[in-house]
Nanobody
Framework: QVQLEESGGGLVQAGGSLRLSCAPS????????MGWFRQAPGKEREFVAA????????YYVDFVKGRFSISRDNNKNTVYLQMNSLKPEDTAVYYC?????????????????WGQGTQVTVSS
């Protein structure tokens, strides 16, 4: 069973930065397009960013453009989400996901594997 593990969450003040990481555990995992999603208390889970398998294409939801950056190191089989200029409204559980099909995607239904999530809390 493929599992993804997120790390790097925590408590940060508004304006601060965090870097989330996501790596597979368990059996050997291929290089797949990856995405980051988040779910705030009382809200639906939403798309944040996605990256193609090569890292050549990236996609962001409008409200994180210019603040968040998704990247990957395929040698380490790890995907990152660098979050700068954090705001209290960025508080959420952040999930990484992988899809077997080609190309990055923004819809949750297009992803096949999910992590358990990491909590990010931004204080004002």
């Amino acid at each position: 069973q493929v599992q993804l593990e997120e790390s790097g969450g925590g408590l940060v003040q508004a304006g601060g930065s965090l870097r989330l990481s996501c790596a597979p555990s368990g059996r050997q995992f291929g290089v797949y397009p990856m995405g980051w999603f988040r779910q705030a208390p009382g809200k639906e889970r939403e798309f944040v960013a996605a990256i193609s398998w090569s890292g050549g294409s990236t996609y962001y939801v409008d409200f994180v453009k210019g603040r968040f950056s998704i990247s990957r190191d395929n040698n380490k089989n790890t995907v990152y989400l660098q979050m700068n200029s954090l705001k209290p409204e960025d508080t959420a559980v952040y999930y990484c996901a992988a899809r077997r099909a080609r190309g990055a995607a923004v819809e949750q239904m297009d992803y096949d594997y999910w992590g358990q999530g990491t909590q990010v809390t931004v204080s004002s």
